[in-house]
């Protein structure tokens, strides 16, 4: 922490030290590591890294950074009862990081493409659910309170994920009859080389130095638990906390293979830190 508080060390490595930290790591697609959407213009011609406007408010998690969406997740919280007691009350059924979701951003590179295949039963998902927009995907989450995937740490420095090299055939999408092919970027970037050169560059602005502890406290600190987390409409479905079910309690070999295979697929709140 001293080390990154005295800039001695990028908010990248930070970010990557503090996931680990977590009991993240690339080997587990079900706690892989994860990282912040920063920016929220993705339609500008070009990018203003001076410009307060253009950068995501880290303060809040991804599902309310739009602010139509807080009334929703705030209901859907205050109004949820569990008759049997055991689920407590959520804002978010879904969690921003989980393993169908890391296959979502790298289905283009393997093994992740054929990860992708098995978890579809053999064939690709259809085109309108494959990652084939940046700026499309950005509007998704903006548009929908129960779409709260943040990023991989891919997004700032792998360009190749962002291109269909392999000649994957992803399909073409239903309205636009569209073929799904390299990622489509924002107008601001004029290759997956330029993206990530920015992307980075905008991690590592001022703006994002100056707040980027906002959303670490919501994924790793005091606002991932407990009162602070209601307030910030920050809690996620039971299963996702680290020791919410006592698995080893269980005697029964179906049932917790059963929510083991759910932990899996619903993601997993990191460690608290």
């Not at 283009?108 to 700026?135: M, N, W, Y």
């Not at 090299?165 to 004029?190: I, R, T």
Request: a negative charge.
């Amino acid at each position: 922490l001293q080390k990154w508080v005295n800039r001695e060390i990028s908010n990248f490595d930070y970010l990557i030290q503090l996931n680990t930290m977590a009991g993240r790591t690339y080997n587990d697609l079900a706690q892989y590591p994860v990282f912040p959407w920063i920016l929220q213009d993705y339609t500008s011609e070009e990018l203003d890294l001076n410009n307060p406007a253009v950068f995501r408010d880290l303060s809040k998690p991804i599902g309310v950074v739009n602010e139509k969406n807080a009334k929703t997740v705030k209901e859907k919280y205050e109004n949820f009862e569990d008759p049997l007691g055991i689920i407590d009350k959520f804002h978010y059924g879904t969690h921003y990081s989980n393993a169908a979701g890391v296959m979502h951003y790298l289905i283009r590179v393997e093994p992740f493409t054929t990860l992708h295949i098995q978890l579809q039963s053999g064939r690709f998902d259809c085109a309108d659910r494959q990652f084939h927009s940046i700026p499309a995907t950005w509007q998704a989450l903006m548009d929908n309170p129960n779409d709260v995937k943040e990023l991989i740490p891919e997004f700032f420095y792998f360009p190749e994920f962002l291109e269909n090299q392999n000649g994957f055939n992803l399909g073409q999408l239903q309205m636009s009859k569209e073929v799904v092919n390299d990622v489509v970027l924002p107008k601001w970037a004029h290759s997956p080389e330029d993206f990530i050169y920015k992307h980075r560059k905008a991690l590592e602005s001022e703006y994002v130095s100056a707040h980027l502890h906002e959303w670490i406290d919501l994924i790793f600190g005091y606002k991932q638990r407990g009162p602070a987390a209601v307030e910030a409409l920050n809690v996620f479905y039971y299963c996702t906390y680290e020791g919410a079910v006592d698995l080893d309690a269980l005697t029964d070999e179906k049932e917790r293979k059963a929510l083991e295979g759910m932990i899996n697929n619903f993601g997993q709140t990191p460690c608290q830190l």
